[in-house]
């Protein structure tokens, strides 16, 4: 007898592994988190334990590569200002009046929403990292936490860079757990808003304990050029490879503007790239090189950004808009496909945060798993395994999913995310939001 063991069974399994298996009339086995064994039921071993009939298809929860989810507090604001006027005139102000208790209704909300979207884990940028933490333990999801670095906010709360630097040292200390479901790394907004000495220092820290370093680059074309200009013209990327930004485990956001030597430049390094294609649409930013990245080899994920520039939470829009895009820039209906799309959303979405046991069905990994109801005219007609993957990659939708597992703990069942009150985050966040906005409720 196998003490423990949880075995869902439904009509269709897609493992998103290596040769993304798709399994017929499939058996998923759960002990203390992780799985245990997956494959067709006619084969499952023969243990004693308890069955889950789930129907429709099961497959990884998706990987949201760059967030800043407490953002919801200030999400559909400066609608229409490009990213450097979005960021100082409407942002930043707001941002800087928040508190903790702010930032932990923010999260729990967006954590919530992400949750019910099928998105099981998130890497996020921000200030205010014990609130995000407290939140996401609530919540039940994956994190993986950068506390963020930014020279326009909080400075007074958070500190002066090499302080900074210590105490986010000491909160990973604290809270890094790789068996569980926390993870931290470093956050440097960026090389434009830091020094590059700050950046060169925050690098050192993130190598010296292993941690993922997490920064934004070349998201708009204009971004870096007081930088560059003061760099003799090199580009920002290279700014930061000559400088030793690189070489560790780095986590590059958006990375839009790059040319052929600052690709060459991330495979040389091995750095990793999380791909926002909504919110580079939304802000006018530009359309990264995805096909290009990932000829060299470069890990490419696929984030959100945050929920006041997308304007939402749902992976599922940025995995459909990733290889549209990708399409009609280079005009070529080749450029990228369902399994690319579907692989950056959960395997290489977890390699390039730093998790390794996520974002696939195999036994030993994280049992983050969600379901998808099959009984919609998106899922119709299948007629191979290849139809099934075309439609859950152009077709699948947030409102298929309906039921989500976080290490072996189900967290959303029909449709609903049983770990929060949202009906009380919806009110906390608008009432917050108000004060942020400066209006008043009297």
Known sequence: ?????????????????????????????????????????????????????????????????????????????????????????????????????????G?????????????????????????V?????????????????????????????SSRIDNITKFRDLHHDPEGRVTVGFGPHSAYDLSIDDCRLLADAARDTDSLLHIHIAESRSEGAELEAAHAGASTVQILADAGVFGGRVLAAHSVWLDDRDLDTYAEFGVSVAHCP????????????????????ITVALGTDGPASNDDLDLWQELRMAPLLARVTSLDAAALGPIDALTMATRDGARAVGLHDVGVLRPGAQADFIRLDLDDAAFV??????????????????????????????????????????????????KRALRLAGVSTD
Request: net charge negative; hydrophobic share 45%.
């Open 133 to 161: 933490v407290d939140a996401v333990h609530h919540s039940g999801a994956r994190l993986v936490m950068t506390p963020g670095v930014l020279s326009a906010l909080h400075a007074e709360t958070f500190g002066s860079d």
């Open 278 to 297: 909504v919110s580079n649409m939304k802000l006018g930013s530009g359309t990264a090189r995805v096909a290009d990245m990932r000829a060299r080899g």
């Open 381 to 430: 007609p299948v007629t191979s395994p290849d139809e099934l993957i075309a439609h859950l990659g152009w077709s699948a939708a947030a409102r298929h999913v309906t039921d989500v597992w976080v290490a072996g703990e189900q967290v959303v069942a029909g449709g609903v995310c049983t770990s929060v009150d949202e009906e009380r985050a919806r009110a906390e966040v608008q």
């Open 1 to 105: 007898m196998t003490a423990g063991v949880q075995r869902y069974l439904a009509d269709v399994a897609v493992t998103c592994s290596a040769d993304f298996e798709v399994i017929a009339d499939a058996a998923l086995d759960v002990l203390d988190g992780r799985i245990q064994w997956i494959g067709p039921v006619a084969e499952a071993p023969e243990v004693e334990c308890e069955r889950h009939a789930l129907g429709g298809l099961v497959m990884p929860g998706l990987v949201n590569a760059h967030a800043h989810t407490p953002m919801t507090l200030v999400r559909g604001a400066g609608d229409g200002l490009p990213l450097d006027r979005w960021l100082r005139e409407v942002m930043w102000p707001r941002e800087g009046q928040m508190t903790p208790d702010d930032a932990w209704w």
């Open 107 to 131: 999260m729990t909300l967006g954590s919530a929403e992400m949750l019910r979207h099928g998105v099981t884990t998130s890497c996020e940028m921000y200030l205010f990292e014990d609130s």
